[in-house]
Each structure stands twice: as C-alpha cells, then as structure tokens.
C-alpha cells in the first residue's frame, strides 16, 4: 500500500497535464495558422512581435507533454524502474520546453499591446503547465528518496532477468 502514494498523487496530475497539453496543442496551431496568414487583426487574435516565437514553442512544449504523458502512463501502469526511466527523461525534457514557452509567456505580456482571448488563454495555459509540469516531474523522481513514493534507481525487487547473477549457474541464454 505504501508504493501506491506517489501512483495516485502522479495519476489524477498526469491525466490533468494531459488535458491543458491538449488544449494548448489546439489553441496555439490555431494563433499559429492566423499568424502565418497575416490575420493578426482578427478580433480573437492580435499580438506582438514575441508571439511568433512563443507560439513555436507553445506547441513543441504540448506535442512534446503530450507523448511524456502518453509514457507515464504506461509508467503508472508497469510502475517500475525499466518505465520509470523512458517516462522521468521525457517529462524533464517536456518540463524544458515548456520552461522556455514559459518564459516567452512572461515576455510576451510584459510587451503588452493587444491580444486575443485565444492567445491570453495560451499564456495562461503555459504559465500554469510549467508548475504542473514542474510538480509531475518531482512526483515521478520521488523514488530517489524513499521507495515508499515510487520506484527508486535502486529498487532492490527489480533486480534484472536473473542472466549473469551469481550462484545460479548459467551467464545466458542457450540456443
């Protein structure tokens, strides 16, 4: 019961991160779209001269939160070592995009000018996905500390196949 913490505390945010990834995915390739047909009048749009930068990286960080998401929940299913490794570097990587768009967030409305519901929806997206994202990340490396919040580095009952291990008389397959 005591593996189980750091499962349901990264599910329910999993699932939560997965769903504003989704949205911002939609969101910024619309913004996006109308940037690139010089529709920056629309009244749902508007912007300024980081939103161009800021859109590229809104939708490399939810394509990029979006396929994190999709291997930690195969992790949360296995909830092992072997996963945990696939699902913790794509979730740090997708944490550093979405840091950058962050950021450009943070630029884009300290330039100010008028934008669009869509676009401040984006932003506000963004600004909110990198503490989550931020948040899954810690969730998902808790095992480091105690095996009680997740598999750790060095979880001794996923100790490998059994190939090489001593006393057991063999050092592979046979064919």
Not at 92 to 99: F, H, L, S
């Given at each position: 019961?005591?593996?189980?913490?750091?499962?349901?505390l990264?599910?329910?945010?999993l699932?939560?991160n997965l769903?504003m990834?989704?949205?911002?995915?939609?969101?910024?390739?619309?913004?996006?779209?109308?940037?690139?047909?010089?529709?920056t009048?629309?009244p749902s749009?508007?912007g300024?001269?980081?939103?161009?930068f800021?859109?590229?990286?809104a939708?490399?960080?939810s394509?990029?939160?979006?396929i994190?998401?999709l291997l930690?929940?195969?992790h949360l299913r296995?909830?092992?070592?072997?996963?945990?490794?696939?699902a913790?570097?794509s979730a740090?990587?997708?944490?550093?995009?979405?840091?950058l768009?962050f950021?450009?967030?943070?630029?884009?409305?300290?330039?100010?000018g008028?934008?669009?519901?869509?676009?401040?929806?984006?932003e506000?997206?963004?600004?909110?996905?990198?503490f989550?994202?931020?948040?899954?990340?810690?969730?998902?490396?808790a095992g480091?500390?105690?095996s009680a919040?997740?598999?750790?580095?060095?979880?001794?009952?996923y100790?490998?196949t059994?190939?090489?291990e001593?006393?057991?008389?063999y050092?592979?397959?046979?064919?």
């Open positions: 019961m005591a593996r189980a913490v750091g499962r349901s990264a599910g329910p945010l699932f939560l769903l990834y989704l949205i911002v995915l939609g969101f910024a390739s619309w913004c996006l779209n109308r940037f690139i047909n010089g529709q009048n629309h749009f508007g300024n001269g980081a939103t161009m800021f859109l590229t990286f939708i490399l960080a394509v990029l939160g979006i994190s998401k930690g929940a195969n296995a909830w092992r070592n072997d996963s945990l490794a696939a913790g570097s740090v990587i997708a944490w550093a995009v979405t840091a768009a950021g450009l967030a943070c630029k884009e409305i300290n330039i100010g008028w934008r669009g519901w869509r676009l401040r929806v984006v506000g997206f963004i600004i909110v996905l990198g989550t994202q931020l948040l899954y990340v810690l969730l998902l490396h480091m500390f105690s919040y997740g598999p750790g580095y060095t979880d001794p009952e100790a490998g059994g190939v090489g001593k006393g057991t008389g050092t592979g397959a046979r064919v």
